[in-house]
């Protein structure tokens, strides 16, 4: 197949590793910076170019949209929807994971287990709405946020407050969220692909941090996702409408709750921890889905 990867960077590990996996899978393959990509968009007619050149023939592409592009970069990849080219992500499904609520509302539709979350706009508003989560410890987080950053963690209730007054002086959307406790700064990425975990790590926060993000300093190790587990993270893929997710769950005592579904799962930190091709498997998904 003829693949395009749509990245800011090449020479990112995980823009790098799917070039090498297509390469020694006999396909042809080139990396397109999203912000480069130009489109003409008239009735009948959606034409892409590149630094002067059209962008035609692609059998796929796969989107690696950073979070300061969003917009951008979903636009483009719809030109290529619109011009025919498959995407194991979809323009639509980047954009509903990206918005927390919104992805949180379509897997709590599912059933998909998820912390209690609240979301409220007016300050009138604000003790009836923490009421709904109960007592403190409450997280609260930004609704784009990525990397852990913009996520806190409140043990009062007057913290609670001051975090939601301070967010809304910003005009920044936010969740606040149940506290997991029983996690202990603990959370497993699955990494899916088309109905399969094909890798599984587990991220441990450092001593007296909640978050176990890895750019937090949380340390990654491989592990095993059970049958429940994999249910979870396979069905948190599909209600998004992602072939290629990495999706966050955490243990509570009421089974896996579901934190976070990346659309853009990096692969450095996954494939080092499991020693898994991840890369190979995104391909092999890929150039499986276009050839039937
Ligand atoms: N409700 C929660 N209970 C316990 N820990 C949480 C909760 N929400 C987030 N965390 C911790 O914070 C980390 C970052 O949260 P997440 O929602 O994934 O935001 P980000 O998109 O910034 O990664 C998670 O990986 C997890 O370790
Ligand atoms: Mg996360």
Partial sequence: MKLAILSRNGSLYSTRRLVEAARVRGHTVRVLDPLRCYLRIAPGGFAMRYKGKPVAGYDAVIPRIGTSVTRYATAVLRQFELMGVYSPNPSDA??????????????????IGLPTTVFGDNPDDTDDLLSLLGPPPHVIKLNEGTQGAGVMLTEKPAASRAAVEALRGLYANFLVQEFVAEAGGADLRCFV???????????QAPDGEFRSNLHRGGQAS??????????????????????VAGVDLVQSSR????????????????????????????IEYVAGNISC
């Avoid at 692909?193 to 991220?203: E, I, K, P, Q, S």
């Avoid at 491989?222 to 072939?243: C, F, I, K, T, Y």
């Avoid at 934190?259 to 190979?280: F, H, K």
């Fill in 94 to 111: 980047i954009l509903r994971a990206r918005d927390k609520l919104r992805a949180h509302q379509l897997l709590a539709a599912q059933g």
């Fill in 193 to 203: 692909v088309g109905d399969r975990v094909v890798a599984a790590m587990r991220r």
């Fill in 222 to 243: 491989p592990a095993q996702a059970d049958a429940q587990e994999q249910a979870v993270a396979v069905g948190s893929a599909r209600a998004l409408g992602l072939g």
């Fill in 255 to 282: 089974g896996p709750l579901v934190l976070e579904v990346n659309s853009t799962p990096g692969l450095e930190g996954i494939e080092l921890a499991c020693r898994v091709d991840v890369a190979g498997a995104v």
